[in-house]
């Protein structure tokens, strides 16, 4: 049983453009978190997603960032027009219904 | 607003002592507690967690102590190891599927 999958590990981004970072959740698990990570911060919130649906999205910036989980396939992390302060970890976790979380390993975005 | 903090940022402590990482809380409705470790490009890997309806916890060398009243949580390593050397993350919960507030961390050094 594969753990949380993410991809691309490292994603290098120049101002403006788009990144898109994928997350592939834990088999049987249904629900899936995007956390952030800065320099020297602890993980923070940003939005929680079922199949279809956002459930939270109360820690995700109101403009360029966006996130998906559709019925088929991995949930998207999109970024719009990054800036530099985009720059950070960011981490997928899922779980199942009844709660407990795995981590993946986190997608490195450094905006250049 | 932190609503979890971990004052220390750094703890060094040699090989065969005891370990003790601080956190504090400030939202009265969290009621599940969780301590992470994470290496570095990794992502973090649940280590120990507490109901809010316990004091203590206990797993192998890893013991959680939890004080409602104060707010505050303690994580335990006894006897540390090398290979405890790593950054521990305080995490709290409101219950369920409810994302995890997590503190800014506390990096550990057990020294040989």
């Known amino acids: 049983n594969a753990g949380v999958m993410q991809n691309p590990r490292h994603l290098v981004r120049r101002r403006g453009q788009e990144a898109r970072l994928r997350c592939s959740p834990m088999?049987?698990?249904?629900?899936v978190y995007w956390y952030r990570q800065l320099p020297e911060e602890g993980l923070k919130f940003m939005v929680y997603?079922?199949?279809?649906?956002?459930?939270?999205e109360s820690g995700m910036p109101k403009e360029r960032f966006s996130a998906e989980f559709p019925k088929e396939g991995p949930s998207i992390l999109r970024i719009q027009q990054v800036v530099r302060g985009d720059s950070a970890a960011y981490f997928c976790?899922?779980?199942?219904?009844?709660?407990?979380?795995?981590f993946g390993s986190g997608t490195r975005l450094t905006v250049v | 607003d932190q609503q979890v903090k971990q004052n220390s940022p750094s703890l060094s402590v040699q090989e065969g002592r005891i370990s003790i990482l601080n956190c504090d809380y400030t939202?009265?409705?969290?009621?599940?507690f969780l301590w992470y470790k994470k290496y570095p490009a990794e992502g973090p890997t649940f280590l120990i967690s507490?109901?809010?309806?316990?004091d203590k916890n206990e797993d192998g060398r890893f013991t959680v102590f939890l004080n409602k009243s104060a707010k505050h949580l303690s994580l335990h390593i006894v006897p540390s190891q090398p290979g405890d050397s790593a950054v521990y993350f305080c995490?709290?919960?409101?219950?369920?599927?409810?994302?995890?507030?997590f503190g800014k961390g506390t990096r550990l050094s057990v020294i040989a």
């Open positions: 088999k049987g698990h249904s629900h």
């Open positions: 976790a899922s779980s199942p219904p009844r709660g407990g979380y795995t």
């Open positions: 939202n009265s409705m969290f009621d599940y």
């Open positions: 507490i109901s809010s309806i316990k």
């Open positions: 997603l079922q199949k279809e649906n956002i459930i939270d």
């Open positions: 995490a709290a919960t409101k219950g369920g599927n409810t994302p995890l507030v």
